[in-house]
Nanobody, 124 residues
Framework: QVQLVESGGGLVQVGGSLRLSCAAS????????MAWFRQASGKEREFVAS????????YYANSVKGRFTISRDNPKNTVYLQMNSLNSEDTAVYYC????WGTGTLDVREYDYWGQGTQVTVSS
């Protein structure tokens, strides 16, 4: 079992930056592929980024590539999402997700554990 708690969301202006954190409890964090998803109001949850458990291979949605960076600190059981050059379309609730021995897939159905989400609002 893994419990995930996100933090770091908030209100930021267009062009600004935020860093989200996701702290995981439980054993063997290093065995989990970690991902970030987001859900804007009235829309489906969508993939943002993932980092694979063994290789640390990173995957990004096209909409965030070059602006967002996912990273992980296994000794701290934490995954991060550095978000730069934010725009209004990045406004959403951001969720951390985990899949044991996962491939880094963008399919939301493959992830077994989810955090409660943190709101990111980008204002102009």
């Amino acid at each position: 079992q893994v419990q995930l708690v996100e933090s770091g969301g908030g209100l930021v202006q267009v062009g600004g930056s935020l860093r989200l954190s996701c702290a995981a409890s439980g054993r063997s964090f290093a065995w989990y592929t970690m991902a970030w998803f987001r859900q804007a109001s009235g829309k489906e949850r969508e993939f943002v980024a993932s980092i694979v458990w063994r290789t640390s291979q990173e995957y990004y949605a096209n909409s965030v590539k070059g602006r967002f960076t996912i990273s992980r600190d296994n000794p701290k059981n934490t995954v991060y999402l550095q978000m730069n050059s934010l725009n209004s379309e990045d406004t959403a609730v951001y969720y951390c997700a985990a899949e044991r021995w996962g491939t880094g897939t963008l399919d939301v159905r493959e992830y077994d554990y989810w955090g409660q989400g943190t709101q990111v609002t980008v204002s102009s």
